[in-house]
């Protein structure tokens, strides 16, 4: 009897210091949530009060001012140098999970118009609170969880045409015209921004949404008698022709272009930094930046510090476009042929951040264009992921990036990550003349391996990956699944994700 009391009271006093725990646990848990949403506060504030400040001295400017262009160190921050030169024999075998420690599978919910194809992979972004979905149909919102909110605008065009099984884009110019936004897009805390354009009227806008307010329903009726409504959410925030439209006329009105959706994703010609500036980012000729105030005055320019001399090769090489990224709202680059990514800073500061040390390796613009000249040894970068704890990059060797020279296996392609917290660069174990870009194997789950863009790393440096529902269960199908050894618990997620999808489904994998 004294025994069962004494148990009864020891339960009892379990139970109640379990359940403290369990209330202390939750307070401590919404106290850091608070803190979280204190922190997005405090930035967003500061971040609002130097945007103040930036227009209140933009202000007082006479007109047709032009600040100094200046390439200035941070000498708090100076520029990290990547050597290159005399790492390239510091290898490694690397797989997912020496980079990071879980996945997470975001199922997208299905648009409501079923009139918006859904055979194209989105590019995500991500704001303090949601997520962004784009691609050549137009912009959609959803939560953080895959939940639809909204259409922000819904694309029309002509002369376009996807090819998912080559997965490539053909722009005919004959017969092209759109009234539709760019598949870029950024935004500070919750607004959204994207470039809206009409071919046909000539507009041309940088479009502002706060995605935190209640958005109205999308009214995508055409009016004839008003063709310049606006087809898409938000205001405007920068004309863009700053009231002088120039509708659409191709150079070449018989000619056609066609891009690989991963190179069309990559690219950001347009971006606002702030409310009081936008930039220009330019891949040819002198210039290689210009950043403007909203009226469309040039308030600073750079000159590309490397310029072609004389050059009169007719067949001439392009393989190198260089890198361009927005990263926590801020505008990063580097140029072709080039060895430093720079930050933009308004109204007229670029910043170098990091700078490749390729020694012998280095080539110049000069030689690199020049399509006799032998590149063997020489180096180039190419592809760049700044994330959270790691920078994932790329680089050309011995040839130029082509279809010829990969059919002769004439060119390689070496893999590299850099440990930020370490300082170290260590080289990938990989066959460079293998062309596969997903070169870290997946342990985590037995899934998709992973390499990276640069255009698809969110706020918190993590790293986001388009899907199908068809790539789903043709991995869970596949030899190299069911024969991975990672484990079964997580192998088994994948396996129940694949059958609860159909094939057109669209799911963000989230690698953390």
Same mark, same amino acid.
């Given at each position: 009897?004294?025994?069962?009391?004494?148990?009864?009271?020891?339960?009892? =006093? #379990?139970?109640? #210091?379990?359940?403290?725990?369990?209330?202390?646990? *939750?307070?401590?848990?919404?106290?850091?949530?608070?803190?979280?949403?204190?922190?997005?506060?405090?930035?967003?504030?500061?971040?609002? %009060?130097? *945007?103040?400040?930036?227009?209140?001295?933009?202000?007082?400017?006479?007109?047709?001012?032009?600040?100094?262009?200046?390439?200035?160190?941070?000498?708090?921050?100076?520029? $990290?140098?990547?050597?290159?030169?005399?790492?390239?024999?510091? =290898?490694? *075998?690397?797989?997912?999970?020496?980079?990071?420690?879980? $996945?997470?599978? =975001?199922?997208?919910?299905?648009?409501?118009?079923?009139? $918006? +194809?859904?055979?194209?992979?989105?590019?995500?972004?991500?704001?303090?609170?949601?997520?962004?979905?784009?691609?050549?149909?137009?912009?959609?919102?959803? &939560?953080?969880?895959?939940?639809?909110?909204?259409?922000?605008?819904?694309?029309?065009?002509?002369?376009?045409?996807?090819?998912?099984?080559?997965?490539?884009?053909?722009?005919?110019?004959?017969?092209?015209?759109?009234?539709?936004?760019?598949?870029?897009?950024?935004?500070?805390?919750?607004?959204?921004?994207?470039?809206?354009?009409?071919?046909? &009227?000539?507009?041309?806008?940088?479009?502002?949404?706060? #995605?935190?307010?209640?958005?109205?329903?999308?009214?995508?009726?055409?009016?004839?008698?008003?063709?310049?409504?606006?087809?898409?959410?938000?205001?405007?925030?920068?004309?863009?022709?700053?009231?002088?439209?120039?509708?659409?006329?191709?150079?070449?009105?018989?000619?056609?272009?066609? !891009?690989?959706?991963?190179?069309?994703?990559?690219?950001?010609?347009?971006? +606002?930094?702030?409310?009081?500036? @936008?930039?220009?980012?330019?891949?040819?000729?002198?210039?290689?930046?210009?950043?403007?105030?909203?009226?469309?005055?040039?308030?600073?320019?750079?000159?590309?510090?490397?310029?072609?001399?004389?050059?009169?090769?007719?067949?001439?090489?392009?393989?190198?476009?260089?890198?361009?990224?927005?990263?926590?709202?801020?505008?990063?680059?580097?140029?072709?042929?080039?060895?430093?990514?720079?930050?933009?800073?308004?109204?007229?500061? $670029?910043?170098?951040?990091?700078?490749?040390?390729?020694?012998?390796?280095?080539? +110049?613009?000069?030689?690199?264009?020049?399509?006799?000249?032998?590149? &063997?040894?020489?180096?180039?970068?190419?592809?760049?992921?700044?994330?959270?704890? @790691?920078?994932?990059?790329?680089?050309?060797?011995?040839?130029?990036?082509?279809?010829?020279?990969?059919?002769?296996?004439?060119?390689?392609?070496?893999?590299?990550?850099?440990?930020?917290?370490?300082?170290?660069?260590?080289?990938?174990?990989?066959?460079? &003349?293998?062309?596969?870009?997903?070169?870290?194997?997946?342990?985590?789950?037995?899934? !998709?391996?992973?390499?990276?863009?640069?255009?698809? =790393?969110?706020?918190?440096?993590?790293?986001?990956?388009?899907?199908?529902?068809?790539?789903?269960?043709?991995?869970?199908?596949?030899? *190299?699944?069911?024969?991975?050894?990672?484990?079964?618990?997580? %192998?088994?997620?994948?396996?129940?994700?694949?059958?609860? #999808?159909?094939?057109?489904?669209?799911?963000?994998?989230?690698?953390?």
């Amino acid at each position: 009897m004294k025994l069962n009391l004494l148990l009864s009271i020891l339960l009892i =006093i #379990c139970f109640s #210091c379990k359940n403290k725990s369990l209330k202390l646990n *939750e307070k401590d848990l919404a106290q850091k949530i608070l803190s979280e949403e204190d922190i997005l506060a405090q930035k967003e504030e500061l971040r609002l %009060k130097r *945007e103040q400040e930036l227009a209140d001295s933009l202000a007082k400017l006479p007109k047709g001012f032009r600040f100094e262009a200046k390439r200035e160190v941070d000498e708090k921050n100076p520029p $990290i140098v990547i050597d290159i030169a005399n790492r390239m024999d510091s =290898i490694k *075998e690397f797989k997912l999970s020496d980079v990071a420690q879980n $996945i997470q599978y =975001i199922k997208m919910q299905n648009l409501p118009d079923s009139g $918006i +194809s859904n055979n194209m992979l989105y590019k995500y972004h991500m704001t303090d609170k949601y997520l962004v979905a784009s691609n050549i149909y137009g912009i959609h919102l959803f &939560t953080k969880n895959g939940k639809y909110q909204n259409t922000i605008i819904k694309n029309s065009w002509s002369g376009m045409k996807y090819e998912k099984k080559k997965d490539w884009i053909n722009f005919y110019f004959s017969n092209f015209g759109a009234i539709a936004a760019g598949i870029s897009v950024w935004s500070q805390g919750d607004n959204l921004y994207y470039r809206y354009q009409n071919t046909y &009227t000539g507009q041309n806008y940088i479009m502002e949404v706060d #995605c935190s307010k209640e958005l109205v329903a999308l009214n995508t009726t055409f009016e004839p008698e008003n063709q310049r409504k606006i087809m898409g959410m938000g205001k405007l925030s920068v004309d863009l022709n700053h009231g002088h439209d120039r509708p659409f006329k191709a150079r070449h009105p018989n000619g056609m272009n066609t !891009f690989k959706r991963e190179n069309y994703y990559d690219k950001i010609n347009i971006f +606002s930094p702030d409310k009081n500036t @936008y930039l220009s980012q330019f891949n040819y000729g002198k210039d290689i930046l210009q950043i403007f105030n909203t009226r469309g005055d040039t308030l600073s320019s750079f000159k590309k510090l490397e310029q072609l001399k004389n050059f009169k090769q007719k067949g001439f090489r392009m393989f190198d476009r260089g890198n361009s990224y927005e990263l926590n709202g801020n505008y990063f680059f580097r140029t072709n042929y080039n060895d430093t990514i720079f930050k933009v800073i308004p109204p007229n500061i $670029i910043q170098p951040k990091y700078v490749f040390h390729l020694g012998n390796h280095k080539v +110049s613009i000069q030689d690199a264009m020049n399509s006799t000249f032998d590149l &063997t040894g020489k180096i180039i970068p190419y592809e760049w992921a700044d994330a959270k704890d @790691y920078i994932f990059m790329s680089f050309i060797k011995d040839n130029n990036l082509c279809p010829k020279s990969k059919h002769d296996k004439s060119v390689k392609l070496h893999y590299a990550i850099y440990d930020k917290k370490n300082e170290s660069l260590q080289f990938i174990k990989y066959n460079p &003349t293998d062309y596969t870009v997903n070169v870290l194997q997946n342990d985590i789950d037995g899934g !998709f391996s992973v390499w990276p863009k640069s255009y698809m =790393i969110n706020r918190k440096g993590e790293i986001m990956i388009a899907l199908s529902g068809e790539d789903i269960k043709k991995k869970v199908s596949s030899d *190299e699944f069911k024969n991975s050894t990672a484990p079964a618990v997580n %192998k088994q997620k994948l396996t129940e994700l694949a059958a609860n #999808c159909k094939n057109d489904d669209q799911v963000l994998m989230l690698v953390k």
